[in-house]
Nanobody, 122 residues
């Protein structure tokens, strides 16, 4: 059984930072690409960032490029998303996902967490 559990969300002022964590309970975590998506209030879920199985390749949405850093620790079965210079428009539920390759499309991921809420106040 695969389980992805996000943590690290919360309320932060604009300009602040957060580090989101995703703890995976799954076999062969190191063979999966991992990603973060987010769903702002009243909007569709959207791609934020992805990392290859090795951590050697990373991808970012234009909306967070330069402000976000994704990383993974295959020894601890975790993936992190550091978000800096947060803006009110970053307010969303952030989801962790696992799939075969680091794609920007939701359909490319087989497993999803329950999400963690991030609220950025102005």
């Amino acid at each position: 059984q695969v389980r992805l559990v996000e943590s690290g969300g919360g309320l932060v002022q604009a300009g602040g930072s957060l580090r989101l964590s995703c703890a995976a309970s799954m076999r062969q975590f190191s063979t999966y690409a991992m990603a973060w998506f987010r769903q702002p209030p009243g909007k569709e879920r959207e791609f934020v960032s992805a990392v290859s199985w090795s951590g050697g390749s990373t991808f970012y949405a234009d909306t967070v490029k330069g402000r976000a850093a994704i990383s993974r620790d295959n020894a601890k079965d975790t993936v992190l998303l550091q978000l800096n210079s947060l803006k009110p428009e970053d307010t969303a539920v952030y989801y962790c996902a696992a799939g075969n390759r680091p794609t920007t499309t939701q359909s490319g991921y087989d497993y999803w967490g329950q999400g963690t809420q991030v609220v950025v106040s102005s």
